[in-house]
């Protein structure tokens, strides 16, 4: 009898540990931090309350001003449970920022610095950032309840010495709570209205450190408006083929383990590989071919023939992309990171112009001979910028007409890629060629990455040009943050996993490309984690990132765009159809509370649709609804990717 009560006593307390466990490790997933520790607000029943910030290190005088912001610094970015942890500096003083999930819509934040110097400067400020469209016309609330009007302008700046300060307005609430009074300064720009909160300011001494810490407090109205979508399936736009990811191959010990995981588990429409230019010929009076026969064929670039064989083995189209050149087929010494003070890459020498074409022509001749790929598309990557080649727009309409013809002398079927530019924003990088008719015949496609810029006004730049070339659009390397390689449990956030797919759908939308390639679907950027990827030894397993992917990648082949408008500007959509209108397809990203969506305009002939649903919990969750004349009401999760496919 005893030892059944220690027994039970023995479970009970196991139990209350584990519950106390389970409650202790609950996620918020509420604070969302940018990895370079700035904050993008804080969610509420899935409702991102707009409460921006940056860290910024005032010069004597307010002379000039540096914050943490996107590819300024290098952050080091970490979650555990619920607390996010940033480590970055700026210049000499280095800042631990965590970000604590207190409770629902309160979030305690804390900035410690350490000075690597002798100095003497303003201040070290948390610079907290509130939308002025929502609290223009707000109130300020001090720790003894006494209210301020706050119809703030650029003229006017307001100084609060409190403990406590809160902004109310009808749509809004965020209250800062202090450990003490603290000396406060509010301004306003064509931005933003600012709280300037003092870390510490004046003379800093080399080893120094100090600390502070408040916490926010976050309220307001949830939107749950419903929403409507109105398809108009008489107009189709351009095809899109399907999801397609980049191939190019760094880490031969976790790299096969995602790519296989990946193309087991994912239909993949477009491939992006690497030519190993470097490798494949470093001396110019060499000749590859015979020394591939010959078996010298380097290890790293039959690695990559093989990968673009596995690749055209299973019907996905290949484009071979060169980023490294030999040292003979450029001018200057090779630069393979930015140089400080200089340009990005090295330019093609002009004067061993057929030398290059040769090599180039060489290296798709073998691969196909040896490996049966035909190679669709060639580039240079990134040439606009200089990674690691560097062109100018002219040199670049050269090299498509030399190449091309070349290509074309040699019985090579292969199209040059137009643009394969390092961002949206460097447009005009392929205006030379387009304007050169004596380009065209040799052009199969236009290409942008889409790391920065991707603004509508932009998108529409690149829409147009396809859309004038008659040529298809291809986004050669998808995703948002060119940096994460170097604070990757980025990739496992919530937030981070919308902004792409969101992104994604937008692209779908706005420019209508043929695929979206991912920049990776290796363990470079990898939409997994385990494995020993990011030094993470658990089981190999998708993230939310993957599934999102996947559901995308999931929808039939082959669809083309259609117009699609929503009334509710918390959701990003997109809608394509088959070419027998037999088959409709809507994208919905929501980045706010759970609502109901109408879907109108679908073919009389659709009487029933399937749902999938990608959110944290959920994983391509699956549900079917009826389609009632044309039209159909479904719940969007919060927080989500919901796909509809109507058959």
């Known amino acids: ?27 918020y997933a509420q604070t969302e931090v940018e990895a370079w520790g700035n904050l993008k607000g804080i969610r509420i029943d899935g409702q991102l309350m707009d409460i921006q910030s940056s860290i910024d290190v005032i010069g004597l005088n307010s002379s000039k001003i540096f914050s943490t912001a996107k590819e300024q610094q290098h952050p080091n970015f970490d979650r555990q449970g619920n607390r996010q942890i940033i480590n970055t500096n700026i210049d000499s003083f280095y800042f631990v920022e965590t970000f604590d999930d207190v ?36 109130n300020i609330v001090d720790e003894n309840n006494a209210a301020s009007n706050f119809s703030i302008d650029k003229k006017n700046n307001f100084l609060i010495n409190t403990s406590a300060v809160k902004f109310t307005s009808p749509q809004q609430q965020t209250a800062i709570d202090f450990d003490q009074s603290t000396s406060l300064q509010i301004k306003k720009d064509d931005e933003f209205i600012h709280l300037f909160i003092p870390i510490q300011t004046g003379k800093f001494t080399d080893g120094e450190t ?76 060499s000749n590859p071919i015979d020394s591939a026969k010959a078996g010298k ?27 490294f050149p030999p040292k003979w087929a450029v001018v200057g010494e090779l630069h393979f990171r930015h140089q400080p003070g200089g340009e990005w890459g090295n330019p093609i020498d002009s004067t061993r112009a057929q030398e290059v074409y040769k090599s180039i022509t060489d290296y798709i001749l073998y691969l196909k001979d040896a490996y049966g790929v035909d190679v669709k598309l060639f580039s240079f990557n990134e040439s606009d910028l200089g990674i690691n080649i560097r062109q100018t727009a002219e040199e670049h309409a050269t090299l498509i007409k030399g190449l091309g013809a070349y290509f074309a002398s040699h019985g090579v079927q292969t199209k040059m890629l137009l643009g394969d530019n390092s961002d949206a924003t460097t447009f005009n990088f392929i205006l030379p060629a387009m304007n050169d008719a004596a380009t065209h015949p040799y052009i199969g496609a236009i290409s942008f990455h889409s790391w920065r810029g991707c603004t509508s006004e932009i998108l529409k730049k690149w829409n147009d040009a396809a859309t004038k070339m008659h040529l298809p659009l291809i986004v050669g390397e998808g995703s948002i943050d060119a940096a994460a390689w170097a604070y990757p449990k980025i990739f496992e956030e919530q937030s981070y996993a919308l902004e792409e797919i969101g992104l994604y759908i937008k692209l779908l939308n706005e420019c209508q490309p043929l695929s979206i390639l991912q920049w990776q679907l290796t363990s470079d950027y990898s939409p997994l984690k385990g494995g020993g990827i990011f030094g993470d030894d658990d089981p190999l397993q998708p993230t939310q990132r993957f599934w999102n992917l996947k559901q995308l990648a999931s929808i039939p082949p082959n669809v083309y765009a259609i117009h699609a408008t929503i009334d509710n500007n918390h959701i990003v959509c997109a809608a394509q159809i088959s070419a027998d209108k037999k088959i409709v397809v809507v994208h919905l990203v929501n980045n706010g509370a759970e609502r109901i969506a109408t879907i109108k ?47």
């Open 297 to 323: 064929l380097h290890p790293h670039v039959k690695e990559s023939m093989q990968m673009a064989q596995r690749l055209s083995k299973m019907n996905i189209p290949v484009i071979l992309t060169a980023w």
């Open 601 to 647: 305009g679908l073919p009389a002939s659709i009487k029933k649709l399937s749902l999938y649903t990608t959110s944290k919990t959920k994983n391509m969750e699956e549900k079917t609804a009826a389609v009632v004349n044309g039209q159909v009401k479904i719940k969007l999760e919060a927080v989500s990717y919901t796909t509809v496919i109507a058959k």
């Open 1 to 27: 009898m005893i030892s059944m009560r220690k027994n039970f006593l023995c479970n009970l307390i196991r139990l209350l540990c584990l519950g106390t466990l389970i409650l202790s490790n609950k996620t």
């Open 103 to 138: 409770s629902k819509g309160v979030s305690k934040i804390s900035v410690q610095f350490t000075s690597k110097k002798d100095t003497t400067i303003d201040g070290l400020y948390f610079d907290l950032k509130l939308p002025p469209n929502i609290y223009n016309k707000g």
């Open 210 to 285: 100090a600390s502070i810490t408040f916490t926010i407090k976050a309220s307001g109205t949830i939107d749950r408006s419903p929403a409507t979508v109105q398809l108009n399936v008489n107009n189709t736009g351009r095809m899109f083929a399907g999801f397609g990811g980049n191939f190019r191959l760094q880490n031969p010990k976790a790299d096969p383990q995602v790519i296989n995981y990946c193309l087991n588990n994912m239909r993949v429409a477009y491939a992006r590989v690497e030519m190993p230019w470097m490798l494949w010929q470093p001396d110019e009076n």
